[in-house]
């Protein structure tokens, strides 16, 4: 099994170590490339057919690894991407990866010319900033691709949505910006209650309207995240952007579930250590867990340095296919487990922290409830310490 781990992270990295068997192969990462992909081909089967797919790749792609993910995505029927950083597009685009990239978030002055030399399709939210890159671009003697971001009610980034009979005539007039899309973000589209979701689709296709009125019919109008693309057809117009549910889970424990859709992020990692403890004995930083019979304690070598949630007494952990609980504090580089109950476990048995393991499973839903977080948190929680591992052909 090592082995395999040891060849899988080489071949997957494309890189060569210094010395391949060093890499760790004690807890690691898995990524279903090939489940991506069947989830993106069914979220797309969902949409209708002349609604695009953009892939919010942000944040190394919610943690999977953004060019293998983004490179699977665009291979299964996605059409753009969206990042929010310089250095996320750049990696992308070091990757040879040519297809629409928009730049999501506010930019400062200094960022312009990296946008245009990437060429990328920035967010614009105000227009001090059309106005730098209208000049810039004239400077440079382009034109640029941008996507207008409306605040509808999410107070974040954007033009405000009263003003866009002010705003909108004052970017008319800027000959250099090429309006390629216009879009909005939802401040709450997966719970139940659409009340304010419909209010910022409404507000949004007011703004359109006078858009049209000073001359700007974007091709791409965009409301709709993951919660949206399930819940608000009406606010799906020319395309989606999509994150988690690519991944195969849900923004909300109450949306819509698309069938088939599979978790593609399993946590793994070894037991390897094995400590015998007597009644009355403690385990861990704080002597936070007393055994009250003989037990044997299962050491798996990840901990809040590699992004497990620092939890106390609290948790599981899949081995042999059975939950294990979590003893003691959640230390920086390792777990313990009660092995007491699966006498067949023991050192160098493959454990789940997070993803299924037989019929059982430990989703990101557990994790974030004990986190007091949410899904997405603990997915892109995952450091880099832990290698990814990337599946092409099957599940985990
Ligand atoms: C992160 C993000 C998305 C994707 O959200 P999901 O819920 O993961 O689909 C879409 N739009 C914007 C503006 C975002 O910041």
């Known amino acids: ?48 057919a002349a609604v695009g797919l953009m892939y919010v790749a942000k944040d190394d792609a919610y943690g999977l690894g953004a060019v293998p993910a983004v490179r ?77 971001k409306i605040n509808t009610g999410m107070n974040r980034f954007g033009f405000p949505w009263r003003e866009v009979e002010q705003w909108s005539v004052r970017l ?71 994150g988690i549910l690519a991944h195969g889970v849900y923004p909300s424990a109450s949306c819509r579930r698309v069938a088939g859709l599979e978790p593609v992020m399993t946590v793994k990692a070894r037991v390897v250590a094995e400590q015998p403890v007597d009644p009355g004995d403690s385990v861990g930083y704080g002597m936070r867990w007393t055994a009250t019979r003989r037990s044997r304690i299962g050491v798996m070598p990840v901990g809040y340095g590699d992004g497990y949630p620092r939890l106390r007494n609290e948790g599981r952990v899949l081995i042999r296919g059975r939950y294990v609980p979590v003893v003691g504090g959640v230390t920086m580089d390792a777990l313990m487990v009660d092995l007491t109950e699966v006498p067949e476990a023991g050192v160098g048995d ?12 430990i ?17 892109l929680g995952w450091r880099h310490r832990l290698p990814r591992v990337y599946l092409e052909g099957g599940g985990a």
């Not at 760790?24 to 069947?38: F, H, N, P, T």
């Not at 091709?219 to 709709?224: E, P």
């Open 72 to 148: 699977t995505v665009l291979g299964a029927g996605g059409d753009s991407v969206a990042v929010v950083t310089l250095d996320e597009a750049a990696e992308l685009r070091a990757a040879g990866i040519r297809a629409p990239i928009l730049l999501m978030g506010e930019r400062l002055e200094e960022e312009w010319p990296d946008v245009l030399e990437l060429d990328l399709e920035p967010a614009i939210g105000s227009v001090a900033a059309a106005e730098a890159l209208n000049r810039l671009a004239t400077r440079m003697g382009r034109r640029v691709a941008v996507h207008l």
């Open 1 to 48: 099994m090592s082995q395999d781990i040891v060849a899988a992270c080489r071949e997957a990295s494309g890189k060569e170590f210094p010395k391949p068997g060093l890499r760790r192969v004690s807890a690691w990462v898995e990524v279903d490339l090939a489940g991506l992909g069947r989830n993106v081909a069914l979220i797309r089967a969902d949409l209708p």
């Open 172 to 242: 008319a007039r800027l000959d250099r910006l090429e309006v390629a899309g216009v879009f909005g973000h939802f401040a709450q589209s997966d719970e139940p209650d659409k009340t304010y979701a419909r209010t910022q689709s409404g507000r949004f296709e007011g703004c359109l309207d006078r858009l049209r009125e000073a001359g700007i019919s974007p091709c791409r109008r965009h409301h709709a995240n993951s919660g949206g693309a399930l819940e608000l057809p009406e606010s799906h117009f020319d395309l989606v952007r999509v």
């Open 363 to 379: 989703t990101p839903y557990e994790l974030a409830r004990l986190k007091r977080s949410v899904p997405y948190e603990i997915l």
């Open 350 to 361: 493959e454990g789940v922290l997070m993803g299924r393991q037989g019929g059982m499973e």
